[in-house]
């Protein structure tokens, strides 16, 4: 269906390493957006995919849309302590919806 | 420019109360969505307003509704409270709306005792 499942749930790694995660679906997907959430606040958007292939970097940060168009994943490399928080993919599905779908997210803890 | 704003950011209601938040979008964004966001169900979709109609709307009870003004700045309704809607309300503003880049503002925490 229109759901995203998106994975890991949440993530304990140590300040430097790499941290990748990822959204996946049964159907296709038009758009994929990833955001991330700091307590007490609302999601922040991060990157935006609107081409199946896609790959864009925003910073540290390095997402893509899957070829197939049913996932997308998010890479973060040399993670620091204030990468902390929750990351959600969204996307808006195929067969004209409109309607942004958000995965349950990834909470990532940096251990310094 | 300034961000999407909410007011207020917390709220206290008793069930069987109906309350009113507001947002106002990004400026020269006509697009409002309205999202409720709790741990058990996450972030679900409840409605999109575009240039004062509403465009989208998600699968929750008509006692939740919303309207946008001319200005673009938007309210949600929600009457009869239910323990359930408690929750943090987030609205997200975008300049053409639909599947285009939304940005999202603070929130509303809405508790219902």
């Known amino acids: 269906g229109q759901q995203l499942n998106q994975s890991p749930q949440s993530m304990f790694i140590q300040e430097g390493e790499d941290v990748s995660m990822n959204c996946t679906s049964s159907s296709i997907f038009n758009t994929w957006l990833w955001y991330k959430q700091e307590p007490g606040e609302g999601p922040v958007l991060l990157i935006a995919l609107y081409k199946a292939g896609e790959l864009t970097s925003n910073g540290r940060l390095t997402a893509q849309f899957g070829i197939t168009r049913k996932d997308s994943f998010l890479n973060i490399s040399a993670s620091i302590p204030s990468d902390v928080g929750i990351y959600f993919c969204a996307g808006t599905p195929g067969g004209g919806s409109e309607k942004l779908v958000f995965g349950k997210g990834t909470k990532l803890t940096v251990n310094p | 420019k300034a961000g999407v704003t909410q007011t207020p950011r917390y709220l206290i209601k008793t069930r069987g109360q109906q309350v009113t938040l507001s947002c106002s979008p990004i400026?020269?964004?006509?697009?409002v969505s309205w999202y409720q966001q709790t741990p058990g169900q996450g972030l679900q979709f409840l409605f999109e307003?575009?240039?004062?109609?509403?465009?989208n709307k998600g699968n929750f009870p008509g006692r939740f509704s919303g309207r946008q003004f001319s200005n673009s700045r938007s309210e949600m309704n929600v009457s009869t409270l239910e323990l359930g809607d408690s929750a943090l309300y987030l609205c997200?503003?975008?300049?053409?709306?639909?599947?285009?880049?939304?940005?999202f503002g603070p929130g509303t925490r809405l508790t219902v005792t």
């Open positions: 307003y575009f240039s004062e109609t509403q465009r």
């Open positions: 400026s020269g964004h006509r697009s």
């Open positions: 997200a503003s975008s300049l053409r709306g639909g599947a285009a880049e939304q940005y």
